[in-house]
């Protein structure tokens, strides 16, 4: 379950069974199917807390005061059901070292299986907005 821009808490449930619970004003809320859960008619319930219990943004927020955009409440943007396979990559971030011409490439594996697995990344890059240091000229291409 994904919601994209929820404020402040908020909690899930599958039929009576709670998930999860996040809290946070800058990163989307993010719940994981249990695997207990079969394929079939379900009830899913979101309950949002507008309080500020765990949060301090301040007197002069512009999410929960009128002084610049006003006070809003609930879900905005995307609500989805993502479906992933039990393999996947979960999170990729790439840390550029200009000067050395090379990239790290950190990348998340999420394995729900029971099982250990293996996997094979190949990863390929291709400049596209800079030049050799052997050209003579740097022009956009």
Request: with cysteine; glycine share 4%.
């Amino acid at each position: 379950m994904f919601l994209e821009r929820s404020h402040i808490q908020t909690r899930f449930w599958i039929d009576d069974t709670e998930i999860g619970k996040s809290n946070s004003l800058v990163a989307s809320h993010e719940f994981e199917y249990p695997k207990s859960v079969k394929p079939g008619k379900h009830v899913i319930t979101i309950r949002v807390d507008n309080r500020l219990n765990d949060v301090n943004v301040g007197p002069d927020s512009h999410s929960v005061s009128d002084h610049t955009q006003g006070n809003w409440n609930g879900i905005v943007g995307k609500i989805l059901l993502k479906a992933v396979p039990l393999v996947h990559i979960s999170d990729m971030q790439v840390f550029p070292d200009v000067t050395k011409r090379i990239a790290t490439v950190k990348i998340k594996l999420a394995n729900q299986q029971q099982e250990d697995v293996s996997a094979v990344i190949v990863l390929n890059a291709k400049r596209f907005n800079s030049c050799d240091n052997n050209e003579l000229s740097c022009e956009s291409k």
